[in-house]
């Protein structure tokens, strides 16, 4: 029955218009309105999806959904109701609902979440082997990407999803670094008004003064040096949306004027006396609780809840899990196309590190060490060393010392390895330093086959080390100390 069977937990007149759709793509429907006979009826035969109203009576999703984590293989469930609201909406998701729509139904939302036929998923999808490692949830067209599989970060966007159409203002929170720009672009990208312009301001980059001729513009001798009328950020933005960055930082006298924004869509220009009507989106993010700022008396409460209307709270990179190595590949991929680089791979030793680090900078500290990482690669693999962490030095495998990456195989501590003069000996068919037939001290010695062993490689450090038995790093100190005392050496 899975495969070609819906629940609804919903009154009969919700979904009696879809029956004849239903019958024709050979769907069998189960209709129940209570939490006992949703059950019931799924421990008897389990449907591919189950559809609920968020309340009939005494009877709410939530519960049904509460229960989902009582009994493996639960099917997905769709709550939808007529009066959503963005608290109920997040309960939903957190519990884990699949998704969480608005009204009315229509046919082609049910059929977007219908399984389909094998044979049609085969043509859809590549074999399992030749799927791609990273899968992000991109808008069509668009390229704003949101990378991750894991339920924090699924609920947070199943919740922009469901309110991107809306002109509701969004508060985007979360630690610096967590990609709260990316979503409010994913948010305008998926919305009716992707069309329109996207308009995004720093408000901790500018003073109070230039910040507001910024929002609202300002006309001609409004102050010194406004030669000419200025449209401000929120008139560009207009018939689009708008993008308060780091909000926590407005001052409290443009707060008021910013309140008025959002409640009446008009403002005045600095220095003007017509007022601007404006229809603009409303998108804020901030790294700091605003809860704690209106309560220091910092941030106005109005405008808070005005802005709170629908919360999306960014989860920290370090909570995110297997996300980590996902999201590692996906800008691995991104900067080795844009270096013109082949494909990399993970060592085990990074791969671990990967998982086991803090995060501290979260997804923006990820793609920086990324880049870095891909440079310094080459051809691969990418080790925990190409990440170049604090209190580490650098050893060049591409430069002339090392012609081949990973031929190294130098002595970590510094030390080196003793010099075997009467192994260099052999190497070189019997040559000796000048003199030969004489006691030669063994610093002579060493110093005439170091040079002897570069002259026969043309300077190539790495088969000079490797003629001669030591590491490339005993190879430099080598040298260093040679040139310290006035020798000359390659």
């Given amino acids: 029955m899975a495969e070609k069977a819906l629940l609804f937990v919903a009154p009969a007149q919700a979904v009696t218009p879809f029956f004849p759709l239903f019958k024709e793509a050979g769907i069998t429907v189960g209709m129940v309105d209570s939490l006992p006979a ?19 009576g005494i009877y709410t999703a939530e519960a049904l959904l509460a229960e989902t984590h009582k009994e493996p293989g639960f099917p997905p469930v769709i709550v939808f109701t007529d009066r959503g609201t963005a608290a109920e909406a997040a309960r939903c998701l957190e519990l884990g609902a699949r998704d969480y729509w608005l009204e009315p139904l229509t046919w082609e939302k049910i059929q977007a979440v219908l399984p389909r036929e094998p044979a049609a998923a085969a043509a859809a999808s590549p074999a399992p082997a030749a799927a791609p490692a990273v899968a992000p949830s991109d808008v069509a067209g668009k390229g704003f990407a949101i990378v991750g599989e894991h339920p924090l970060i699924l609920r947070v966007l199943a919740l922009a999803r469901q309110v991107a159409k809306s002109k509701a203002t969004v508060l985007i929170s979360g630690e610096s670094g967590t990609g709260k720009e990316m979503f409010a672009r994913y948010l305008h990208a998926s919305s009716d008004r992707a069309d329109g312009p996207f308009v995004a301001i720093n408000c901790a980059a500018l003073p109070e003064h230039l910040l507001e001729s910024e929002l609202f513009g300002h006309e001609k001798g409004a102050f010194t040096g406004a030669i000419a009328r200025k ?87 370090r909570d995110r899990g297997e996300d980590v190595p996902r999201l590692a590949l996906f800008f691995v991929e991104k900067f080795r196309k844009a270096y013109n680089l082949p494909r990399l791979a993970f060592s085990a030793d990074a791969r671990e590190w990967l998982l086991a680090h803090d995060w501290p900078g979260n997804v923006r500290e990820l793609q920086n060490l ?29 430069g002339p010392d090392a012609e081949a990456a990973g031929a190294e195989a130098e002595d970590d501590t510094g030390e080196g390895e003793a010099f075997d003069a ?30 002897k062993s570069l002259d026969r490689t043309e300077g190539n450090r790495t088969q000079a080390a490797q003629l001669l038995g030591i590491s490339v790093r005993t190879l430099r100190n080598k040298l260093n100390e040679y040139r310290k005392l006035g020798i000359d050496v390659p």
């Fill in 38 to 56: 949703a059950l019931a009826a799924i421990r008897k035969s389990p449907p591919a999806v189950v559809f609920s109203q968020a309340k009939i």
């Fill in 422 to 451: 009467v192994a260099a000996a052999r190497l070189f068919d019997g040559e000796v330093a000048a003199g030969a037939g004489e006691v030669v001290p063994l610093e002579v010695m060493e110093r005439h086959m170091i040079i």
């Fill in 231 to 317: 449209l401000g950020k929120f008139e560009l933005a207009s018939g689009g949306s708008i993008l308060l960055d780091e909000i926590s930082e407005m001052d409290l006298g443009l707060q008021a004027k910013l309140l008025r924004v959002l409640q009446e869509s008009e403002f005045d220009r600095v220095g003007g006396t017509e007022t601007v009507h404006v229809d603009v989106r409303v998108l804020a993010t901030t790294n700091r609780r605003l809860e704690d700022a209106v309560a220091e008396g910092r941030f106005r409460q109005d405008l808070y809840y005005r802005l709170n209307v629908i919360p999306l709270k960014l989860p920290a990179l």
């Fill in 370 to 398: 990324m880049e870095r990482a891909v440079l310094l690669a080459g051809a691969g693999p990418i080790r925990k060393a190409h990440f170049l962490l604090d209190g580490e030095d650098w050893q060049d495998e591409a």
